[in-house]
Structure formats: structure tokens, C-alpha cells
């Protein structure tokens, strides 16, 4: 029997007995499946194609392909208009549509190659409509692997979650808490504070160190904070402490600030040339039905 | 979030105005003719109750207490709905009956389903063992109920100690001069269970949650009275329709109603002790225990038990244990009801259904408790979740870590079907690779409920979701500071009141509601958040043992 979470979660990443990297990879060996038999399909009947025949897009078999991939094209752009449409109840759960634009963005690869004859085309609008497909499908396998890859990161290592668009507020309000203790302490806390705490605290940083790893970014400056606190009273050293933590929880925030930023700006890298690569096909079918 | 003193006072003096007006909220025809508040000692020993009262302790009482002149035909409070005060009648005669949910006042103290639920064995850990008691989501029935299908029925729900009477439909109980009600609701935090309306002129004296808990702690005699009206008016008709007790000889019931005792606990309180002799079974009525055993020099929490679940079952049956297996400490304010040894084997002996329904929960909480022992991490989840008050929810946003790309289409999804406006903050505790968002639980005990002076904040139906009606709200943010998991927000509408308001008080000001998770209860396609997130990796879990399930299948492929 299902348990509850499998059944409202399609909890389907974690399979025991799967290795862990197929659970990373593959959240639905059903959708896996499914991609492997359409792409098994496609190229047997290419190969067949081949060998009895030529293929390029003008061709019967080249047109077939090339409406298969046009029509994949546009429904991965269902995606989009999904997460657009969220308050539309009606439309299902957002993870269908995500698996439809991962396997068939892929599979619209192969069909449009296929449609080509795996040929470089020669046509000014069809090469940039070949290139733009290719840079839109290679950009959204480097968004997948920055999904699977900076999660587990962030999950590792670091100690709290936060809201990406919260990062500045919550920023400020360590600045102010750190003002705030600074202020009560004594000069060469202060000063310390000063120099070497308060540079941190006075925004969001993006620190590219944190894609190698998260601890490696914290090192640093607890020796410092060593260091100083054996020099200290203990009055001092408990507002050494509160300083750490906060400083530790503004190098959170920070991994967070530029981890959360590449998931987010890898978009820009897809989506636009999606949009633009879309706008090709449109012209490209209205050129070949009108001439 | 800290407050000056300057803050605070000013938060008190609202709080007493809110608490003036919380009656007027309701309009004009609520039936409240008078109010006055703050009565001195020496007027309190003018009511009987008061009487026995040194003037130190009324001091502290009489910021609690007020004095209320209704008319005939106000209705002082409804079925199902949440009230931190108690009634006591100086003048007049107020009626009771039920009128709303199809569920009467004798509900079942103890529900073997219940047990069941909690004491099954967590899943292996394989993935392939699973247990049958976890329930799907369903979203929430108010919908379908509202096309005609029976209220209150969910199978889980205890309604125990929420019951200060125990009507019939149609019944009426009258009270008069020197009666008390609403104390069980107001004392629990349980919704009432009848609705009261005055059925002459009345003067009430009506004390709030604070007054009360004093005089239940400092005064024996009042405990006594409380905990005798409980017992007349309810307790033995609720022993005889719980299926534990189904079948018993009602008049061995009626006696056994009478010489149980009941207990109320408080934070810490050590209910048994392992090894010690065993000298009663107990029923919980409320709250949450914790259930530890010792383990080398340590000891390690096994389970927890909560409202409609029994203790001692495996002591009582299993012959040759000596005294009790585990030590049981209350975690909050916890209400139990204790049957003395000799009772209760007399029960066992002569009713082979109890001894029956009893061994099936033993069975299970033997079988629980060598699990939780030989998994090592059990033990963290069970005390993180007391801790953390996992285990008051009914709903709780869970979010994998080590999946979630932090896009935040869930927490937009939320916000586009709420107006814009979230209605949770992805942020929060985390438990191993999990983020326990701050998301409503949608608790078992709803304690942001107590104290909505005008009621905005409620359950839409009993057990199920609270949500907040931004109609009646009037932004105090009593719920907000009443929630001890941070899930409610106070929202600026960027509205003013109007000129009609009412409390008069609000006309011209900001106009700010509470904003909550209303687990989507509107709609038929569940919860926008879960919908919404792309990878799967939002869940909405119903119970810590989803929440063991959920851990087991990801721990079995590390
Ligand atoms: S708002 Fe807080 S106290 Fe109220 S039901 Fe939700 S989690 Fe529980
Ligand atoms: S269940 Fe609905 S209201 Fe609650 S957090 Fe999710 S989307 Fe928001
Ligand atoms: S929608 Fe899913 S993946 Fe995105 S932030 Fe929410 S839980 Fe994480």
C-alpha cells in the first residue's frame, strides 16, 4: 500500500533500493522510461529511414519530423504558461508539466536533428533557428544540473533557509543587531567590529567560493574571533559570541544570496532565446507554407 | 521579536479595550446592556464564588474579571466556537442546547481507532513495509459538506473534555444563580460544545483564561467544584459511549465516572516513573505526554502520547512486569482521567471487550517501542516534534532540501491564489534534509483561537482547517501573538475603516488583517503550494508518522 506522502507528493526521487544517483537524476523512472522508448523509436526509424532512403526536410520523413518537433516545441512552452497561470486551480499540479518540458525539450532536440538529417542547415533563418535550439535545449540541461547540484550544496551546508527576495531585509536587521552589540562593547571590539564584522554585515555579497562548497566560505574569521576572545573578559567574550553568530548567520544568507542567484539567473540564459528561438519557428512554418 | 515597556502597557491597554468591546463587535443587537470591568475585591465578595477569597488574591484576579448585564435572547457564545472566558450567573437563567453539528456532546473518551494510529510500528525503512493508518490528503470537505453532506465526522477526532454538557438535539439545560459554564472550553482551549443564550434578564460575572487558571491553582475548592461539574455533566455518559467501555454495565460506569480522578498536569509534571508500582490506568483528555524510557545511563523518548490515547494497558495486561515500563512526563498542560488498579482489573475481569481492545493497543505500543529503540534516530524525531509542536499538526508544510531549487513557486502559488498575499514564508525549523516551512499546522489545539475578540479566527469545521475570516478580522494580531510557530503574519490591507465600523474605535485607522494558511479549503485541487512546486518536493504532512515515512524512504537509498 502507498503511504500518504507517496500518494499526495509523487514523491517518486527517493526509490529505495535505487543507487542515489539514479534517485538524483531521475525523479520518474515512468517519465524515464517513456523518453528512452520515444527515443529508441526515433532513431529506428531514422536509421530505417537512412537506409532506404534520403533524408532532409523537405522530404516526407523530414516534414514528419520536423512537425513532431515543432509541435514538442511548443508544448514544452506549456511550462511557462502554467507557472504564469497559477491561480488557475484546473491545470494540475506543476510537476507534470516540468517532466514534459525536460523530456520532450530533449526529444524536441533529436527530432529537430533529425529533421535537419543531423546537417548544419544552410538558410540564414533555419541556421539560427538550428542554433538557437541548440543553445535553448544545451542551456536547459545546464539549468538541470544546477538544480541538482546547488540544493544539495545549500542542503549540506548551510544552517538556515531563507526566502531569496527576504535576503536584503534580513540583511539589514543583522546590520542593526550587530551595530547594537558593537555599540555596548568595548574599544577593541569595536574596533575589530568595525574592520573586520561590519564590512560583511552591510549587504548581500555573491561569492563565487560558495559553489565549491559552503563550509569553505565560513572558514577565516573564526580565528580572528578566537584569537580576540582569549584577549577578552567575559563580559566581552559574550558579545564576541553574539557577534559570531551573527556574522556566521550573514555567511548563511550570503550562500544563500549567490547560490539561490545562479538558480534563478540561469534563466536568463534560456528563457529569452526560448522566446526568440519560438518566434524563428513561427516565421520558419509561415515561410514554408507560404512558399 | 522583543517589545519596550512603553509598547507593552500600550499593548495591554488594547488588549483590555478589545476585550471590552469584544462583546459590541458583534453590533448592535448583541444584547449586552452593561460592562464593567476591574471590580475591587470587595465587590467580587459580593458573589458567592469570590467569597472564600482573601483580598490579595481578587487584586490579582479583578483585571480578569468583569460584570455583564445581558437581556433576554443574547446569544453569549456558539457552538464550535472558541472562548478564553467562563460564565458565572449572579442573575437570571441561561439555556443551552446544541444546534449546529450533528455530533452530540458523547463523543467517545477514547478511540481504539486513535490508538492505533499513533502506536502502529513506522515503516521499515525499506519503503515496502507500510502501515495502513496514514490518510491521504483529502482536501478539506467544507464544500461538499456544504452541499449536504454531514458535518463533523472525521474518525480521528476526540472530542473528549471539549464537552461541558452532554445534550441531545433539541434538548435544553437551563442554569441559573450560582452555576458555572464554558470553564471546560475556556480552561482547554476547546471549542464549546453547546450554545448558550440567555433565556431571561442576566447578570453574568464572566472570567477570563488568566483569573481562571489562578483560581484552579491556588484554590483547591474551586478545582474540586470544576472537576465535579465536569463529572456530573458530561464524564460518565462520555466513558459509556467510548468504544473502550461499550458493553460495560452502565450503572458499573456511572459509579466508575465518580471515583475516577482527574487530573490536570503542567509542564514537566512526571506522570509515572519507570519501575515504579503501577497504580492506575489513565485516559488522556488533552494535551501532549512524552514517553521515555531508560537506556544505558541515559533515557530516550519512545513515543508520545496525546488526547483519546491510554496509558498502562501493557503494565495491566502483561502478567510479571514489575511496575511501570516507561516514564510518562506531560509536555505542556495536559488533562488526564485516572482509574484507580483495583477498578480497572475489576473492569478487565468482567468485560472481555475491554481486555480485548486493550491488548491490540499493548501490541502496538510493545512493537513501538522496540522499533524507536533500535532505530537511533526515532528518538530525535519524537523529541524534535514535542519540541517543535509537530505533533499538534493536522497539516504541516514539509519541504526536501536536498531538492527544492528554492524557486519559490510554491510560495507564489500561494500568494496568486490568496489575493497576492502569502500565506506562508519558506524559511522556518529544519529537521535533517527537511524544512519545516512556517505554515499553519492547523493544530489539534488551536491556541491562536483563544481570544479573537471577535471571532474572525476559527475552525471551518471542528478538527479540520483554521482560517481567518479578513471580513470580521480587525488586525489586534492577538493571533499572531498567540501562535507559538510564527505561522500567522499581520498584513497591511492599505485600506482605512470606514465610518461604520464597528468597534467604533477602529473607524479611520489602518485597516490590517491576519493572514494565514487556510490549507486552500476552497478549492477541490488541495493545497496551491504543493500544487504549484515543480519538483515534487512540497508535501503536506498529516501526522509525525508521515513524517517517519517520508525520512524512512529517504534514508533507505543514503
Ligand atoms: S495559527 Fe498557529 S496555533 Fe493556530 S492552528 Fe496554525 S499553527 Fe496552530
Ligand atoms: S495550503 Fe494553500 S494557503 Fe496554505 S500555504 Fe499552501 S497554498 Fe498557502
Ligand atoms: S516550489 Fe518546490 S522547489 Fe520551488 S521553492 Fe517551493 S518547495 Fe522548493
Known amino acids: 500500500m502507498k503511504t500518504a506522502v507517496q500518494k499526495t507528493a509523487i514523491y517518486q526521487k527517493k526509490r ?38 534520403r533524408v532532409h526536410p523537405g522530404s516526407t520523413w523530414g516534414l514528419g519530423y520536423g512537425i513532431a518537433a515543432a509541435v514538442l516545441f511548443v508544448g514544452v512552452f506549456f511550462y511557462g504558461v502554467k507557472r504564469r497561470t497559477m491561480k488557475v486551480r484546473a491545470l494540475g499540479r506543476a510537476w ?30 533555419t541556421w539560427w533557428l538550428w542554433a538557437l535550439s541548440l543553445w535553448v535545449v544545451g542551456s536547459g540541461l545546464f539549468g538541470i ?75 577565516g574569521k573564526a ?44 534563466l536568463y540564459l534560456h528563457v529569452p532565446v526560448s522566446v526568440i528561438a519560438l518566434a524563428l519557428l513561427g516565421f520558419h512554418i509561415f515561410a514554408v507554407l507560404y512558399y | 521579536m522583543s517589545v519596550d515597556a512603553a509598547d507593552s502597557s500600550a499593548t495591554v491597554l488594547q488588549q483590555q479595550r478589545l476585550y471590552e468591546d469584544r462583546w459590541s463587535a458583534y453590533g448592535a443587537n448583541a444584547g449586552l446592556l452593561h460592562l464593567s470591568s476591574k471590580p475591587s475585591a470587595s465587590e467580587l465578595k459580593r458573589f458567592d464564588l469570590f467569597k472564600p477569597y482573601d483580598d490579595q488574591l481578587l487584586d490579582q484576579l479583578s483585571p480578569d474579571i468583569s460584570i455583564a448585564k445581558w437581556e433576554k435572547g443574547a446569544i453569549l457564545f456558539e457552538e464550535g466556537s472558541y472562548l478564553d472566558v467562563a460564565f458565572y450567573i449572579v442573575e437570571g437563567t441561561v439555556s443551552l442546547f446544541l444546534d449546529k453539528h450533528a455530533t452530540s456532546a458523547s463523543q467517545p473518551i477514547f478511540d481504539t481507532k486513535l490508538v492505533e494510529a499513533v502506536a502502529s510500528e513506522p515503516s521499515q525503512g525499506d519503503g515496502a513495509a507500510q502501515t495502513a493508518f496514514v490518510q491521504p ?60 443564550r440567555t433565556a431571561t434578564d442576566c447578570t453574568l460575572v464572566q472570567i477570563r483564561l488568566p483569573a481562571l487558571q489562578k483560581l484552579k491553582l491556588r484554590s483547591s475548592d474551586f478545582k474540586e467544584w470544576v472537576d465535579k461539574l465536569y463529572r456530573e455533566r458530561t464524564l460518565s455518559q462520555q466513558l459509556k459511549t467510548t468504544p473502550l467501555f461499550r458493553g460495560t454495565d452502565d450503572r458499573f460506569v456511572e459509579q466508575l465516572a465518580n471515583r475516577v480522578e482527574l487530573i490536570s498536569c503542567s509542564p514537566g509534571d512526571v506522570v509515572t516513573e519507570e519501575g515504579a508500582a503501577v497504580d492506575a490506568f489513565y485516559l488522556v483528555r488533552s494535551g501532549f505526554l512524552r514517553v521515555s524510557q531508560k537506556v544505558g545511563d541515559g533515557e ?91 505533533v499538534q499538526g493536522n497539516s504541516i508544510l514539509v519541504i526536501d532540501l536536498d531538492v527544492c531549487t528554492r524557486c519559490d513557486d510554491c510560495v507564489r502559488g500561494c500568494a496568486s491564489t490568496h489575493d497576492g498575499r502569502p500565506r506562508f514564508v519558506r524559511e522556518g525549523d529544519r529537521y535533517d534534509n527537511f524544512l519545516i516551512a512556517r505554515s499553519c499546522y492547523h493544530c489539534e489545539d488551536p491556541v491562536c483561537l483563544i481570544g479573537c475578540p471577535t471571532g474572525a479566527i476559527r475552525r471551518t469545521n471542528v478538527g479540520e482547517v483554521v482560517a481567518v475570516d479578513d471580513n470580521i478580522c480587525i488586525g489586534c494580531g492577538n493571533c499572531a501573538n498567540k501562535c507559538p510557530y510564527d505561522a500567522i503574519v499581520m498584513h497591511d490591507t492599505e485600506e482605512v475603516w470606514p465610518d461604520t465600523a464597528l468597534p467604533e474605535f477602529l473607524r479611520g485607522r489602518d485597516r490590517r488583517v491576519a493572514s494565514k494558511c487556510d490549507l486552500c479549503y476552497e478549492s477541490d485541487a488541495g493545497p496551491a503550494c504543493v500544487n504549484n512546486c515543480p519538483h515534487a518536493c512540497a508535501f503536506r504532512i498529516n501526522s509525525i508518522e508521515d513524517f517517519q515515512q517520508l525520512q524512512a524512504v529517504d534514508h533507505a537509498q543514503r
Request: net charge negative.
Open chain 2, 300 to 390: 530516550v523518548a519512545v513515543t508520545y502520547l496525546r488526547k483519546g490515547m491510554t496509558l498502562g494497558e501493557v503494565e495491566l495486561l502483561i502478567d510479571g512486569l514489575d511496575g511501570w515500563q516507561t516514564t510518562v512526563t506531560s509536555v505542556g498542560f495536559t488533562e488526564l482521567v485516572r482509574i484507580p488498579r483495583a477498578d480497572f482489573e475489576s473492569i478487565l475481569r468482567d468485560d472481555p471487550a475491554v481486555r480485548q481492545h486493550l491488548w491490540a493497543a499493548a501490541i502496538n505500543r510493545i512493537k513501538e517501542t522496540g522499533y524507536t529503540k533500535q532505530n537511533p534516530e526515532q528518538p530525535d524525531l519524537i523529541e524534535f516534534s514535542l519540541a517543535k509542536g509537530l
Open chain 1, 223 to 266: 580565528k580572528l574571533f578566537a584569537s580576540l576572545r582569549e584577549m577578552q573578559p567575559a563580559e566581552e567574550r559574550i558579545k564576541l559570541d553574539e557577534l559570531e553568530e551573527l556574522y556566521a548567520a550573514k555567511m548563511d544568507i550570503d550562500a544563500h544570496f549567490t547560490l539561490q542567484r545562479a538558480l534563478r539567473g540561469w
Open chain 2, 137 to 196: 490528503y483529502q482536501p478539506p470537505k467544507e464544500k461538499k459538506e456544504a452541499k449536504g453532506k454531514k458535518k463533523g465526522d472525521g474518525a480521528n477526532i476526540t472530542y473528549l473534555a471539549s464537552m461541558d454538557f452532554d445534550l441531545a438535539h433539541g434538548e435544553e439545560h437551563q442554569l441559573g444563580r450560582g452555576d458555572i459554564f464554558g470553564e471546560i472550553g475556556a480552561l482547554n482551549g476547546w471549542p464549546q460544545s453547546v450554545t448558550a
Open chain 1, 145 to 219: 544540473v544546477l538544480q541538482k547540484w546547488i540544493p544539495t550544496l545549500l542542503a549540506g551546508g548551510v544552517r538556515t533557509e531563507v526566502n531569496y527576495d527576504r535576503i536584503p531585509e534580513l540583511v539589514a536587521d543583522l546590520q542593526k543587531r550587530g551595530d547594537a552589540v558593537a555599540e555596548s562593547a568595548d574599544f577593541a571590539v569595536q574596533d575589530f567590529y568595525r574592520k573586520q564584522i561590519a564590512p560583511a554585515l552591510a549587504a548581500p555579497q555573491f561569492r563565487p567560493i560558495y559553489f565549491l562548497g559552503i563550509p569553505s566560505g565560513m572558514g
Open chain 1, 16 to 53: 529505495p533500493g535505487a543507487s542515489r544517483w539514479a534517485n538524483k537524476w531521475i525523479q520518474s523512472p515512468q517519465w524515464f522510461l517513456g523518453f528512452g522508448i520515444a527515443v529508441a523509436v526515433c532513431l529506428v526509424v531514422f536509421v530505417l529511414n537512412v537506409v532506404f532512403g
Open chain 1, 96 to 125: 507534470y508539466y516540468l517532466q514534459f518540458h525536460v523530456y520532450g525539450g530533449t526529444l524536441f532536440l533529436l527530432l529537430m536533428l533529425m529533421h535537419v538529417g543531423f546537417q548544419v542547415p544552410h538558410g540564414v533563418l
